[in-house]
């Protein structure tokens, strides 16, 4: 019995670090920007484009692009890595989210998002 009693604390210890070690990638992906003007329309330039939390690859996709589907552009933000990352709304799927802007038509959008 007491065996099983440390056996379990430990599991729960290992389960409590890993949540540590993933709470700061989350941190920094907000869920959603005001709207901004102008606003512009555009496409995906690409197959799969992710549509992520955040301007960055360690955020979570909430859903993907594809060729053909419009986009509302709003404002865009440099990413935890550096790029460009446009802050948009899939009007094919209704899914809002940042995707890098070299993957949309015309580099995304124009307006600085100032976040």
Do not use: K
């Not at 003007?37 to 301007?55: D, K, S, Y």
């Not at 865009?76 to 790029?83: M, R, S």
């Amino acid at each position: 019995m007491r065996l099983a009693r440390m056996s379990m604390a430990a599991v729960l210890l290992g389960s409590a670090a890993v949540l540590v070690v993933a709470a700061p990638a989350q941190a920094s992906c907000p869920q959603g920007i005001a709207s901004f003007e102008p606003q512009v329309n555009g496409t995906f330039a690409g197959t799969g484009i992710n549509i992520r939390t955040g301007p960055g690859p360690d955020c979570t996709s909430r859903g993907q692009g594809q060729p053909g589907q419009t986009a509302t552009f709003r404002c865009w933000e440099t990413g935890h890595d550096g790029a460009r990352w446009t802050y948009l709304h899939n009007r094919a799927t209704g899914v809002s989210g940042w995707s890098r802007s070299d993957l949309l038509s015309g580099g995304g959008s124009r307006v600085a998002c100032g976040i």
